[in-house]
């Protein structure tokens, strides 16, 4: 629909008048100038080409006598003879088949003539400046002698015509000014002077003063005068019954529970308004407590632009709304909006129901009443519950997708959610003095590393849970950097992460009870565990082997174990289930794209690595994100594609087994690094500079994220892997990217599966 016009620009009935009058006049006299010195110049032309056809044939007869004779210099003296004629400028004689003139007179001044006439064949012909006169020459008898050019100048005829042609000019610009002002003057004073009374004293009627115009004349503009009084009049009288009327009605609308307004054709609001809509519509206004006069698009669209869609939508519904009739109008009022969002002065939104109801007169909508009603209260409740059971079934087909892929892996998060949080609880609640920063240190890791799971698992209550005491124990942290203990408030501080750690133990639970919910087999999931059909067969045949040999079916340690330790392994695509769709998610959070690879999903994990793998790898994974993947047009410059690479592999040979996370990243920003651990007061460690992305709070990250900038995630990584004798070493190239290995500490001898 295109955009409503604006408002016209006023041009005045005098002004209108004017301009024709003037245009009128102008054409007219245009038209006659034009005529007048069009026949002028005819006039003067039309003269000398007389003059000149007589001096045409005089020459030529003249010449007759000496051509005939071939008398060349008689034929020059006859010429030579009209070089004293003022008019003359060009005389050119010829003989019958000569290519040039016998003589020629050229009078110098009086014009520049080259060359003999286009056509020999008598005729006359009227240039701009001369005219031109080309005759025979002819003998007595009538033979042809030859022929002759004339061209005499049209000089005075041209200023002539040029001096009659500017008094005419001048004549009748004077006469078309004279007249204007004359039909100007007297159509202002019979005309436009009355109507502009009237106009003046309607102006006054609209604004609300009893008005009237005098009346001098009998003519139509008389009559007009007298109507206008009569209707003034008569509006006077109608707004007294009207005045009564509106008191009783607004009583009546005023203790109504809706907001109802009435509006007419032109969208401005009439009449009485109720109590509640002039409340819910004073948004910004100016009007005072009146909503009269305003806008109904402005009442419901507050602050829209004129190409917004809503408001586009209402005005192309207003046009067509008022044509309907009564036949038509349920057919229109289904096309009407049925609920806006008006913003309040507070800065609260209102939810207004809508419904619009025809005012009839004469079959035709007249005006349309809105009867608005308040629905913010309900609608808030509604989708209060709406998302409560959204994100119910959202985490109901979360507990569904991670049964049939493999409950294993959620019931060993729990598990290590539980134990985490029991450890916190125990550093928390063990004697009544000061937190030390090892111990804030040791629960920001165990935090961390749930955070982060629950993440990955969908658990938005877990992970908000643990970043409320996340961000308690960054506070900490920095109070524990400027000493060794943290003393300010210790009693309330222990007892403000007790309650913190209450929630995210309620938030565990919660997620079980939704696990078990969602479980085909209820509780049960909690006890099952998949094994290797290979091993259970293996330790099955070595059972029925000792039994057929007549031994007691009790299978030595030495045999046991082996099977044992490959029954109680978990393969690794296990705990690197969650990471693909996770890494997209944490990816997005920073506006980066990311692709991730996991290899050697069938590979054997032992069961002390298993454990605590998962947790592991989603911290090696968020952290190439954050600090190795660069975003899109960063890497689409540097000859990347958009999307970064993160292969996780796992791979066991003579050596043992190794996990590695490598991303095609930046790579390790050692200088800032660096720079980092000196505002620290850090010191270098052995192993090199690289070695410091496992300080625990040292983070290069430039502000705190979903996934980064606490410096905890890594140090809880080496924390957590040394604990069961596991190692991670990290191997980093400038703009190539980084990659961290994880391996069984040489020094630990391989642990029995018993």
């Known amino acids: 629909m295109p955009a409503a016009a604006g408002p016209r620009r006023f041009i005045s009935l005098g002004t209108k008048l004017s301009a024709l009058i003037v245009a009128l006049l102008v054409i007219v006299f245009a038209f006659i100038y034009v005529e007048a010195t069009t026949r002028t110049r005819e006039n003067l032309i039309e003269t000398k080409q007389l003059a000149a056809v007589t001096v045409a044939d005089l020459i030529a007869r003249s010449l007759a006598a000496p051509l005939e004779a071939g008398n060349r210099n008689a034929v020059q003296a006859e010429v030579n003879r009209y070089a004293e004629s003022p008019d003359i400028i060009y005389v050119a004689v010829w003989k019958t088949g000569a290519e040039t003139p016998l003589a020629v007179l050229l009078t110098e001044g009086r014009g520049r003539i080259t060359g003999m006439p286009a056509s020999r064949e008598p005729h006359n012909e009227v240039l701009s400046d001369r005219v031109e006169v080309v005759r025979n020459i002819t003998a007595a008898g009538g033979r042809a002698l030859g022929g002759m050019v004339l061209h005499v100048s049209l000089a005075r005829e041209n200023e002539a015509y040029d001096e009659r042609q500017g008094r005419l000019l001048v004549l009748s610009l004077g006469l078309t000014l004279a007249l204007s002002a004359l039909l100007i003057g007297v159509t202002r004073r019979i005309l436009i002077l009355p109507l502009a009374r009237l106009a003046e004293a309607a102006r006054r009627l609209e604004w609300g003063t009893l008005a009237k115009v005098e009346v001098v004349s009998s003519d139509e503009i008389g009559n007009l005068g007298s109507a206008f009084n009569a209707m003034a009049d008569a509006?006077?009288?109608?707004?007294?019954?009207?005045?009564?009327?509106?008191?009783?009605?607004?009583?009546?609308?005023?203790?109504?529970?809706?907001?109802?307004?009435?509006?007419g054709r032109e969208g401005l609001v009439e009449g009485a308004s109720s109590r509640l809509a002039t409340r819910?519509?004073?948004h910004g206004s100016l009007h005072g407590g009146s909503l009269q006069g305003r806008r109904i698009r402005d009442l419901l669209y507050p602050g829209a632009v004129e190409h917004d869609i809503e408001l586009i939508a209402f005005n192309e519904w207003l046009r067509i709304a008022f044509d309907a009739g009564r036949t038509g109008w349920d057919e229109i009022a289904e096309l009407a909006p049925r609920e806006v969002r008006v913003r309040q002065r507070n800065g609260e939104t209102v939810i207004l129901e809508l419904e619009f109801r025809p005012v009839l007169e004469d079959e035709r909508v007249a005006r349309i009443m809105l009867l608005a009603t308040d629905a913010t209260d309900r609608r808030k409740l509604e989708l209060a519950m709406h998302a409560q059971e959204r994100q119910h079934a959202l985490q109901m087909a979360a507990m569904r997708r991670l049964i049939a892929s493999g409950a294993q892996l959620f019931v060993s998060f729990l598990h290590g959610a539980k134990e985490r949080l029991a450890r916190c609880r125990a550093i928390v609640g063990a004697g009544h003095g000061s937190l030390s920063s090892g111990a804030i240190d040791e629960i920001f890791r165990h935090v961390h590393t749930i955070k982060g799971e629950a993440g990955a698992f969908d658990l938005q209550d877990l992970a908000e849970a643990a970043a409320a005491i996340e961000e308690r124990l960054a506070e900490l942290c920095g109070l524990a950097q400027e000493g060794a203990r943290v003393s300010l408030f210790a009693h309330d501080l222990r007892s403000e992460l007790r309650e913190r750690l209450d929630a995210a133990e309620g938030a565990v639970e919660d997620a079980r009870r939704l696990f078990v919910a969602a479980s085909p087999i209820g509780a049960a999931v909690l006890d099952q565990v998949t094994v290797s059909r290979s091993a259970l067969l293996k330790l099955r045949e070595l059972i029925r082997a000792r039994a057929a040999a007549g031994r007691v079916p009790v299978v030595p340690v030495e045999d046991l174990a082996p099977i044992l330790a490959t029954v109680a392994s978990r393969p690794f695509g296990e705990s690197a289930a969650?990471?693909?769709?996770?890494?997209?998610?944490?990816?997005?959070?920073?506006?980066?794209?990311?692709?991730?690879?996991?290899?050697?999903?069938?590979?054997?994990?032992?069961?002390?690595?298993?454990?605590?793998?998962?947790?592991?790898?989603?911290?090696?994974?968020?952290?190439?994100?954050?600090h190795g993947i660069e975003l899109p047009e960063e890497r689409v410059r540097l000859g990347k594609p958009p999307a970064g690479r993160i292969r996780v592999l796992c791979a066991e040979d003579d050596s043992g087994l190794s996990i590695a996370v490598d991303d095609d990243g930046r790579g390790v920003d050692v200088e800032a690094l660096l720079a980092r651990a000196s505002e620290l007061h850090l010191p270098m460690p052995p192993g090199g500079p690289l070695e410091l992305v496992f300080a625990q709070s040292l983070s290069t990250a430039e502000g705190v994220s979903d996934i980064a900038g606490r410096g905890v995630g890594l140090a809880a990584v080496r924390s957590e892997l040394n604990k069961i004798g596991w190692e991670i070493a990290l191997q980093s190239e400038s703009s190539r990217g980084s990659r961290f290995v994880v391996t069984r500490r040489r020094s630990d001898l391989p642990r029995s599966a018993v």
């Open 578 to 626: 969650q990471l693909p769709d996770a890494a997209v998610g944490w990816a997005s959070s920073v506006g980066k794209q990311v692709e991730v690879e996991i290899d050697g999903r069938e590979v054997l994990v032992p069961e002390e690595l298993a454990a605590e793998l998962s947790g592991v790898l989603m911290h090696l994974v968020r952290n190439a994100i954050a």
């Open 235 to 263: 509006i006077a009288l109608r707004e007294t019954w009207i005045a009564a009327a509106r008191s009783s009605l607004q009583e009546v609308l005023d203790n109504m529970r809706q907001a109802i307004v009435v509006f």
């Open 280 to 282: 819910i519509f004073q």
